[in-house]
């Protein structure tokens, strides 16, 4: 007991050890928190002297995290809920009334549905709609008006001053290291569907570096693409969190695609009070963890 009690899981390492798991290392953690990579590296070497164990790995070439680290993991994102749900639930407002939110497939997982479930939870009278669609789609939603807000994806430069960012991220051409591309012949191209605007990039504006595409498989499913880059069918584009060791980038014959945001953007002239406090908990989660995690 004694033990127990000299031990303190202190929540600002926590917080910098998730954004480690977020950003993927202690730089990219301490820049999107706004701290010195020494101060990072500060918070987590204190926690691990309190618990006498390793939570990061320090050898090339190892993961990240150890053994230990993996677990304390799991602990932190349910300590840190819960911690940020308490102090939400002293300062929360009565809320009422209806939101109708759209999310695209890869934020119904993610740190995103953890805030949603706690926002039901602290306002269990807001009635919250979700449709699931893809980015395209619930932008066209939010057009006519039949959505409060989305979460989606857009081009880096599409951004607008209102609209609020999670998450930036690259896009890549990418195919299996084993794949060897037609020199005279169409490129085969794994394609999202219509609805998607990887897709409508690619066949509008991605061959003009002199490939040409041929669409081979078509898939709504960022691991039915995944799946069919590693089998080698063909060729795709794909975000960083979806790379694999088996793939390879492609850097001829094909133009660089842009960069993409994931936003949380609100309908025009929406005056909502539950969107409000909504968007405000999301806008507090990126501060405190420096953005937010998607699926992979």
């Known amino acids: 007991m ?11 390492a926590l ?44 050898k090339p070439g190892d993961r990240t995290f150890t053994a230990a680290g993996e677990d304390l993991l ?3 994102g349910r300590i840190l809920g819960l911690h940020d749900e308490a102090l939400l639930s002293l300062t929360r407002t009565t809320l009422a009334g209806r939101l109708a939110l759209g999310l695209t497939e890869d ?23 979700t449709k699931v ?8 939603m939010l057009d006519r008006g039949e959505l409060d807000a989305a979460i989606v994806q857009v081009f880096a430069h599409e951004v607008r ?20 591309l037609p020199k005279d012949a169409p490129i085969p191209f794994l394609s999202f569907d219509d609805d998607c605007f990887y897709r409508r990039w690619a066949l509008d504006i991605g061959q003009d570096g002199g490939g040409v595409l041929e669409t081979v498989f078509e898939c709504s499913s960022a691991a039915g693409i995944t799946a069919a880059v ?18 390879t980038l492609i850097e001829d014959r094909l133009p660089a ?25 999301i806008e507090s989660e990126i501060s405190r963890y420096g953005g937010l995690g998607l699926a992979s």
Not at 230 to 246: I, M, N
Request: aromatic content about 4%.
């Open 2 to 12: 004694t033990d127990l009690n000299a031990r303190r899981l202190e929540i600002d």
């Open 15 to 58: 917080r910098a050890l998730l954004a480690i798991r977020h950003h993927g290392g202690i730089t990219r953690a301490a820049d999107a928190l706004g701290l010195s990579q020494s101060a990072v590296s500060h918070k987590i070497r204190r926690l691990e002297v309190s618990l006498d164990c390793d939570l990061l790995s320090r």
């Open 74 to 76: 799991d602990y932190a």
């Open 107 to 129: 934020t119904t997982c993610t740190d995103l549905a953890r805030i949603l479930g706690r926002f039901r939870r602290l306002h269990p009278d807001v009635a919250v709609r």
């Open 133 to 140: 669609r893809m980015s395209l789609v619930l932008r066209a």
């Open 161 to 180: 001053p209102t609209d609020l960012v999670l998450f930036r991220e690259n896009i890549h051409w990418v195919k299996h290291r084993d794949l060897v």
């Open 230 to 247: 590693t089998a080698g069918l063909g060729v795709a584009l794909l975000s960083d969190r979806h790379l694999r060791p088996d793939m």
């Open 257 to 281: 695609p842009p960069s993409v945001a994931y936003i949380v953007r609100r309908a025009r002239k929406t005056r909502n009070p539950a969107l409000d406090t909504l968007v405000s908990e």
